[in-house]
C-alpha cells in the first residue's frame, strides 16, 4: 500500500468519528432551532466560541509537540507522555479556576442576562475536561490506535446527542403530560424548564466527563513527573503553537464573539443583536460538511506527515496529497453551495434563520482554504519554525478584528463571513510561498486556483441564475453540478491512473 493510500484509510478511520458522530451531531441544529428562537441560540452561538477559543490555551500546542518529539530518535515515548500529561494536568487545574473567576465578565460581552453565572461554571468544567483528555487521544493516534480513538469520539457525540434529545424533548413532554405522564413526579425531581438553553451546555459538560471515564487507561497509565528542565524544549517548541492556534481560533470563532457587540442597533429590523448572532451560528453550521473533511484528514495527517519527514520523496507525496484534498473538498463546495436552500429548510426549522443562507457559500470556500493551509503549514512544522505559523496566524487574527470592525457595522454577518473567507484564503496564500523558500514542495498552485476559481464560477451563476419552480431549480443546480463533476473526471483522470507521488506542478 503506497503513503497516500495509507494517508486516506487512516483517514477514513478517523472520519468514522468525525463525519458519522457529527451527524449524529449536525441532528442537534433541527432541535435546537425548533426549541429556541434565534435570540436563545446566539447564547449557545457565543459560549461555545469561547469554547473553542479557550481550548487552544489550556493545551497550548502540547499535542504537535508531543507527536514531534515523540518522533525524534532516541525519545523515550513514555517518559514523554509522562511529563507531557502531568504538565497539562498542573496547568489545566490552574486554569480552569482562572476562567472560574472571569466567567461573569466574559458572560456580560455576549450580552447574555444576569442571572446566567452557571453558564460560565460549565464553560470552564468543559473546557478543563476536554483538555485533560487531550494528550491520552493524541496517544492513539500517535500508536495508530485509530479505531479506538474513533470509538471513544463517536461515543462522546452520541451521549452528547442521547442527553440533548433527552432534556430538550423527552424531559419537557413528560413535564407537561404529553408523554409518559406517570413520570411527572420522577421527572420534576432533576428537570427544571426554566434552565432552558442550560441544558445544552449540562449535555456537552456529563459527554465530556463520560470521556474522560473512557480514556481511563491512557489516563492512569503515567507516572507524575514535573521537573521543570527536560519540559523546557517542548515548552520552547510548542509556545509558538500556542499563539498560532490562538491566532487560529480568533479567526475562526472572534466574528461569532464580535458580532452582537459590534452589529449597531436596529440592522437588522426588529431583531437584537442576539438573534442576528444565532442566526448566522446557524448558517455557520451548514458549513460543517467542509468541517468534517479538515477535521478527519488532520487527525491522520498530522502524525502522518512527521513519519514522512525523513523520506527523500516526501515533498512529491505533499503535493499530491494537497492537490486530491483540495479537489475533494471543491466537489463538496459546488453541491453543497448550488442546495443550499434545501439543506436550509431541512435544518433550519424556523424560517428566521433561514435569512443567513448567503453566508452559507463564502464559509464553506472560506473553510477549503482553512484547509488547504493545513496542508501547506507541514513546512514549518517539519523545519521546527513554528514561529512562522505564529506570524501568520497573528496576521490573521490582526486581519479578522480588522475586518469585522470595518464589515460588521456595514453588512452585518455577512460582512463576517467575507472577513473569514479573506483571512483563510490570505494565510494559505501566505504560507505557501514561504514554504517555496524554506521547504520547497511542487504543488500545482496555478492548476488548483483554475479548479476553484472555476467552481466559484459555478456556485455564483447557480445563485445568480435561479429558474422558476422547484424541478426547473434542482435540474439546474444537478446540471451545474455534474458539470463540474465531469470536467475533473476528464482533465484528473489520467493522472489519477496510480496513486503514487510524481514531481512537477502538473
Same mark, same amino acid.
Given at each position: +500500500?503506497?503513503?497516500?493510500?495509507?494517508?486516506?484509510?487512516?483517514?477514513?478511520?478517523?472520519?468514522?468519528?468525525?463525519?458519522?458522530?457529527?451527524?449524529?451531531?449536525?441532528?442537534?441544529?433541527?432541535?435546537?432551532?425548533?426549541?429556541?428562537?434565534?435570540?436563545q *441560540?446566539?447564547?449557545?452561538?457565543?459560549?461555545?466560541?469561547?469554547?473553542?477559543?479557550?481550548n487552544?490555551?489550556?493545551?497550548?500546542? +502540547?499535542?504537535?509537540?508531543?507527536f514531534?518529539?515523540?518522533?525524534?530518535?532516541?525519545?523515550?515515548?513514555?517518559?514523554?507522555?509522562?511529563?507531557?500529561?502531568?504538565? @497539562?494536568?498542573?496547568?489545566?487545574?490552574? &486554569?480552569?479556576?482562572?476562567?472560574?473567576?472571569?466567567a461573569?465578565?466574559?458572560?456580560?460581552?455576549l450580552?447574555?442576562?444576569?442571572?446566567?453565572?452557571?453558564?460560565?461554571?460549565? $464553560? /470552564?468544567?468543559i473546557?478543563?475536561?476536554?483538555?485533560?483528555?487531550?494528550?491520552?487521544f493524541a496517544?492513539?493516534?500517535?500508536?495508530?490506535?485509530?479505531?479506538?480513538?474513533?470509538?471513544?469520539? @463517536?461515543?462522546n457525540?452520541?451521549?452528547?446527542?442521547?442527553l440533548?434529545?433527552?432534556?430538550?424533548?423527552?424531559?419537557?413532554?413528560?413535564?407537561?403530560?404529553?408523554?409518559?405522564?406517570?413520570?411527572?413526579?420522577?421527572?420534576?425531581?432533576?428537570?427544571?424548564?426554566?434552565?432552558?438553553?442550560?441544558?445544552v451546555?449540562?449535555?456537552?459538560?456529563?459527554?465530556?466527563?463520560?470521556?474522560?471515564? &473512557? %480514556?481511563?487507561r491512557?489516563?492512569?497509565?503515567?507516572? *507524575?513527573?514535573?521537573?521543570?528542565?527536560?519540559?523546557?524544549?517542548?515548552?520552547?517548541?510548542?509556545?509558538?503553537? +500556542?499563539? $498560532?492556534?490562538?491566532?487560529?481560533?480568533?479567526?475562526?470563532?472572534?466574528?461569532?464573539?464580535?458580532?452582537?457587540?459590534?452589529?449597531?442597533?436596529?440592522?437588522?429590523?426588529?431583531?437584537s443583536?442576539?438573534?442576528?448572532?444565532?442566526?448566522?451560528?446557524?448558517?455557520?453550521?451548514?458549513s460543517?460538511? $467542509?468541517?468534517?473533511?479538515?477535521?478527519?484528514?488532520?487527525?491522520? /495527517?498530522?502524525?502522518?506527515?512527521?513519519?514522512?519527514?525523513?523520506?527523500?520523496?516526501?515533498?512529491?507525496?505533499?503535493?499530491?496529497?494537497?492537490?486530491?484534498?483540495?479537489?475533494?473538498?471543491?466537489?463538496?463546495?459546488?453541491?453543497?453551495?448550488?442546495?443550499?436552500?434545501d439543506?436550509?429548510?431541512?435544518? %433550519?426549522?424556523?424560517?428566521?434563520?433561514?435569512?443567513g443562507?448567503?453566508?452559507?457559500?463564502?464559509?464553506? @470556500?472560506?473553510?477549503?482554504?482553512?484547509?488547504?493551509?493545513?496542508?501547506?503549514?507541514?513546512?514549518?512544522?517539519?523545519t521546527?519554525?513554528?514561529?512562522?505559523g505564529?506570524?501568520?496566524?497573528?496576521?490573521?487574527?490582526?486581519?479578522?478584528?480588522?475586518?469585522?470592525?470595518?464589515?460588521?457595522p456595514?453588512?452585518?454577518?455577512?460582512?463576517?463571513?467575507?472577513?473569514?473567507?479573506?483571512?483563510? *484564503? $490570505?494565510?494559505?496564500?501566505?504560507?505557501?510561498?514561504?514554504?517555496?523558500r524554506?521547504?520547497?514542495?511542487?504543488?500545482?498552485?496555478?492548476?488548483?486556483?483554475?479548479?476553484?476559481?472555476?467552481?466559484?464560477?459555478?456556485?455564483?451563476?447557480?445563485?445568480?441564475?435561479?429558474?422558476?419552480?422547484?424541478?426547473?431549480?434542482h435540474?439546474?443546480?444537478?446540471?451545474?453540478?455534474?458539470?463540474?463533476?465531469?470536467?475533473?473526471?476528464?482533465?484528473?483522470?489520467?493522472?489519477?491512473?496510480?496513486i503514487?507521488?510524481?514531481?512537477?506542478r502538473?
Amino acid at each position: +500500500m503506497s503513503v497516500v493510500k495509507k494517508l486516506a484509510s487512516q483517514t477514513a478511520i478517523y472520519g468514522v468519528s468525525s463525519i458519522v458522530g457529527r451527524v449524529f451531531s449536525y441532528l442537534l441544529t433541527p432541535l435546537y432551532t425548533r426549541v429556541f428562537a434565534a435570540a436563545q *441560540f446566539g447564547i449557545v452561538t457565543g459560549i461555545f466560541a469561547y469554547v473553542s477559543f479557550l481550548n487552544v490555551v489550556f493545551t497550548y500546542g +502540547m499535542e504537535t509537540t508531543y507527536f514531534r518529539f515523540a518522533n525524534r530518535p532516541g525519545t523515550d515515548r513514555r517518559e514523554l507522555y509522562d511529563r507531557v500529561l502531568s504538565l @497539562l494536568l498542573v496547568s489545566t487545574a490552574g &486554569l480552569t479556576a482562572v476562567l472560574l473567576l472571569l466567567a461573569k465578565p466574559l458572560l456580560a460581552l455576549l450580552s447574555i442576562p444576569p442571572g446566567n453565572e452557571q453558564y460560565g461554571v460549565w $464553560m /470552564a468544567l468543559i473546557i478543563g475536561f476536554d483538555a485533560l483528555s487531550a494528550i491520552p487521544f493524541a496517544r492513539l493516534r500517535l500508536e495508530n490506535k485509530a479505531r479506538k480513538f474513533a470509538a471513544i469520539k @463517536l461515543a462522546n457525540i452520541l451521549a452528547t446527542v442521547a442527553l440533548n434529545v433527552f432534556f430538550l424533548l423527552l424531559c419537557p413532554a413528560v413535564a407537561s403530560g404529553k408523554l409518559l405522564s406517570g413520570l411527572q413526579p420522577l421527572v420534576a425531581t432533576f428537570y427544571n424548564p426554566a434552565l432552558g438553553v442550560g441544558y445544552v451546555f449540562i449535555s456537552t459538560l456529563v459527554a465530556s466527563g463520560f470521556t474522560l471515564l &473512557l %480514556l481511563w487507561r491512557e489516563l492512569l497509565d503515567f507516572r *507524575f513527573r514535573l521537573n521543570l528542565e527536560p519540559l523546557r524544549p517542548l515548552l520552547k517548541y510548542a509556545y509558538p503553537l +500556542m499563539f $498560532m492556534g490562538l491566532a487560529g481560533m480568533v479567526n475562526e470563532t472572534l466574528d461569532r464573539i464580535l458580532l452582537p457587540i459590534w452589529l449597531p442597533e436596529g440592522f437588522y429590523p426588529g431583531q437584537s443583536s442576539l438573534t442576528a448572532a444565532g442566526i448566522y451560528g446557524a448558517c455557520y453550521k451548514l458549513s460543517i460538511f $467542509m468541517t468534517l473533511v479538515i477535521q478527519a484528514f488532520r487527525y491522520a /495527517a498530522e502524525p502522518f506527515f512527521f513519519s514522512q519527514s525523513e523520506d527523500k520523496n516526501s515533498p512529491a507525496t505533499f503535493a499530491l496529497i494537497l492537490k486530491w484534498f483540495t479537489l475533494c473538498c471543491a466537489v463538496i463546495f459546488v453541491g453543497i453551495s448550488l442546495n443550499v436552500e434545501d439543506f436550509g429548510q431541512l435544518f %433550519l426549522q424556523r424560517p428566521e434563520y433561514r435569512q443567513g443562507l448567503v453566508v452559507v457559500p463564502i464559509l464553506l @470556500l472560506a473553510n477549503l482554504f482553512l484547509g488547504v493551509y493545513y496542508n501547506l503549514s507541514v513546512w514549518f512544522k517539519l523545519t521546527d519554525k513554528t514561529y512562522y505559523g505564529t506570524y501568520i496566524g497573528v496576521g490573521g487574527a490582526v486581519l479578522t478584528i480588522a475586518l469585522n470592525f470595518l464589515l460588521i457595522p456595514v453588512l452585518g454577518y455577512l460582512g463576517c463571513a467575507i472577513a473569514t473567507l479573506a483571512v483563510y *484564503f $490570505m494565510m494559505a496564500v501566505l504560507c505557501w510561498r514561504l514554504g517555496e523558500r524554506h521547504f520547497p514542495v511542487p504543488y500545482p498552485a496555478l492548476r488548483l486556483g483554475l479548479w476553484l476559481l472555476g467552481a466559484a464560477g459555478l456556485v455564483a451563476l447557480g445563485w445568480w441564475v435561479q429558474p422558476a419552480g422547484w424541478w426547473p431549480r434542482h435540474v439546474w443546480h444537478a446540471g451545474l453540478t455534474a458539470a463540474f463533476l465531469l470536467a475533473l473526471y476528464v482533465v484528473e483522470r489520467p493522472r489519477a491512473a496510480a496513486i503514487r507521488p510524481s514531481a512537477g506542478r502538473g
